[in-house]
């Protein structure tokens, strides 16, 4: 490879240090108490709600283990994603993601307006979702979205819509838990997702760089959704902005468990109890590295503001209420190119 493109180039303040630090501190937190099983001992699950709000409030990540999430189901999903990405450009651009498809395939994503060094595929977890066809407040029109399927690897939707029906058990059951822990209703949060949901799955593929450098394989975000969930495979990469030093520090990946951070819905619902935390992808110079979030994200129509349980005359809300659909179509037009302004962030709407 000859000239690295400037497109891929980071500002010197935001280039990666190649010497990372580990993050021992992230909380590996065991589900087992919950999954599968109907709670006998309240006791178990107090513990639980606990150390979920704790990682929440200190962290915004954290992994769990003993999820529920059959492990076979993940492993055919990573090596269908490996297959999809082992093809020709030629072949993934056949279901390529454009204006009129939504999701599908691309290689082109910027974030921050630097281009991060990754291939993805899109797969929207309900067909079809219903999304508003601009981000114009007084354009009312919604469109009904499917997803694209690859003709290779076969079976592909198949397995990709197992998965993400069992991943949505889990997430059902961490915003249980982030419920509790707030004191709130465990179910208060399944009205925004029961009936409708924008959820999508991506696949990441991250290919060797020769510019660790310089270049990133996603720049540093905060997810604009509810809640990740994801799978990391074994090459690691992932850094996360600690809040106590806001030092970037590595997540060691952990075999079979899943990542959840918490997202600007959350951080907005919450009335900033939870923050969403900075992350950011770190390339490796020999290794292609491969990771599949779930991003669980509420109906389009859900207005998102903090929640009316959680805020008083001495905690007023700090946010004005915005509505999901629009946002999220604002953030993804914006992502495609590059462009000279910041794209769509939830302090736009705060009041205080
Ligand atoms: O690949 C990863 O580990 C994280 C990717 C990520 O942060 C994202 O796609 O929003
Ligand atoms: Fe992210």
């Known amino acids: 490879m000859g000239e690295v493109d400037p497109a891929f180039i980071q500002d010197p303040e935001h280039r990666p240090k190649l010497s990372p630090i580990e993050a021992t501190g992230i909380p590996v937190i065991d589900l087992s108490p919950i999954i599968n099983k109907t709670v006998k001992d309240p006791s178990a699950i107090e513990g639980l709600v606990k150390e979920i709000g704790t990682a929440c409030k200190d962290w915004g990540f954290f992994q769990v283990t003993n999820h529920g999430v059959p492990l076979t189901l993940r492993q055919r999903l990573e090596e269908a994603s490996r297959k999809f990405f082992s093809q020709s450009l030629e072949d993934k651009r056949k279901v390529n993601r454009d204006e009129t498809t939504l999701t599908g395939y691309y290689d082109t994503e910027h974030t921050k307006n630097v281009r991060d060094w990754k291939e993805v595929f899109d797969f929207f977890a309900k067909e079809p979702t219903l999304l508003p066809v601009s981000s114009d407040e007084h354009d009312h029109r919604i469109h009904h979205w499917n997803n694209q399927s690859p003709q290779y690897p076969q079976n592909f939707r198949v397995i990709i819509q197992e998965y993400i029906g069992e991943v949505e058990k889990l997430a059902y059951k961490l915003l249980e838990l982030i419920a509790l822990s707030l004191g709130l209703e465990a179910n208060r949060f399944e009205e925004f997702f029961i009936k409708q949901q924008t959820s999508f799955v991506r696949l990441n593929h991250y290919p060797p760089c020769p510019y660790p450098h310089l270049a990133l394989g996603v ?94 005359e001495h905690n007023p809300a700090k946010y004005r209420p915005y509505k999901w659909g629009k946002f999220l179509i604002h953030r993804r037009d914006t992502n495609f190119k590059k462009h000279n302004v910041e794209n769509l962030q939830i302090y736009h709407y705060k009041i205080i």
């Open 219 to 312: 720049g540093r975000h905060k997810d604009g959704g509810a809640l990740t969930i994801l799978a990391q495979d074994e090459v690691g990469g992932l850094e996360v902005k600690r809040k106590i030093d806001q030092e970037w520090v590595g997540v060691k990946p952990t075999p079979d468990a899943y990542i959840i951070n918490v997202g600007d819905i959350i951080q907005v619902w919450s009335n900033d109890e939870y923050e969403s935390v900075e992350h950011r992808v770190m390339v490796n110079t020999e290794k292609e590295r491969f990771s599949i979030p779930l991003f669980f994200n509420p109906a389009h129509d859900a207005e998102i503001k903090p929640l009316e349980e959680l805020i008083n």
